[in-house]
């Protein structure tokens, strides 16, 4: 039975005032039938992990460095995010992939790494809108799964979130039929590649404009376990219905 997961990436978004919204969530939620994790931006990590650590809300990154260390200006590593108290990262973001031209390569090292660090790799793959429009959507997305997802990924290690990059702060949203679709494809081919066993375990999130107005019929497609939320998940008043359609 895979545990269902409400993920919040805060991106490039909050100083430390948004750390209230933390401690909202958190008298609102005390014991949730679900986990959540919340990915605010590196500054943050250490003080966020604070403010959570007497409730169930975890911590997450949304990058590391594939180097355990080193000359990387401006990097974080994995270790360092686990020294703030993550416990999670996200890696390969369509917004990563295409500010910082990372390719899945890039992706599948710098899981690699934050496996062996001991973080839960958060990886995303998606389709851009021409992609789709085309019909390459299963294409694209066997060929980010093959290349981004290392062989050593469990069902603790990794969650994949499908994130459809024109449906990405857009409030455009996949009918309710394409994503099944593509999370039944992820399903059938994560249990061809490391066995039915790991396949079944690893928790499929949907990310992209998902809102408290659409949670409900979103997280009633098999095989979507919860959502990887973006813009609503920066009020604690928006993100909270979220959860709440998630238990
Ligand atoms: C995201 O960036 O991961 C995301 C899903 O954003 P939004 O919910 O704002 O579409």
Not at 210 to 233: C, T
Request: proline share 4%; aromatic share 4%.
């Amino acid at each position: 039975m895979r545990r269902k997961l409400a993920a919040g990436n805060w991106k490039m978004n909050g100083t430390s005032a948004a750390l209230a919204e933390l401690n909202t969530l958190a008298s609102i939620h005390p014991t949730p039938d679900v986990d959540i994790l919340i990915c605010p931006p590196a500054p943050l990590l250490s003080r966020a992990a604070d403010a959570t650590a007497q409730s169930q809300i975890t911590i997450g990154g949304q990058d590391c460095h594939a180097a355990v260390s080193g000359a990387h200006t401006g990097d974080t590593s994995a270790d360092m995010l686990l020294d703030a108290g993550a416990t999670a990262v996200i890696l390969g973001h369509s917004e990563r992939r295409e500010d910082h031209d990372e390719r899945n390569e890039d992706v599948r090292a710098k899981a690699r790494t934050a496996m062996n660090a001991g973080l839960v790799t958060v990886i995303c793959l998606g389709e851009s809108l021409a992609q789709r429009v085309a019909a390459n959507t299963l294409d694209i997305i066997a060929g980010q799964m093959s290349g981004s997802i290392p062989d050593q990924a469990t069902g603790e290690n990794l969650v994949i979130a499908y994130e459809p990059i024109w449906a990405i702060g857009t409030g455009m949203v996949p009918t309710l039929e394409q994503i099944a679709e593509v999370h039944d494809f992820i399903r059938v081919r994560l249990e061809r590649r490391f066995g039915e066993g790991v396949g079944r375990s690893v928790r499929l999130l949907y990310g992209g404009s998902v809102k408290p107005s659409n949670a409900a019929e979103i997280f009633a497609v098999p095989n979507v376990d919860g959502a990887l939320v973006g813009g609503a998940s920066l009020k604690a008043a928006d993100f909270s219905p979220i959860i709440t359609a998630l238990e």
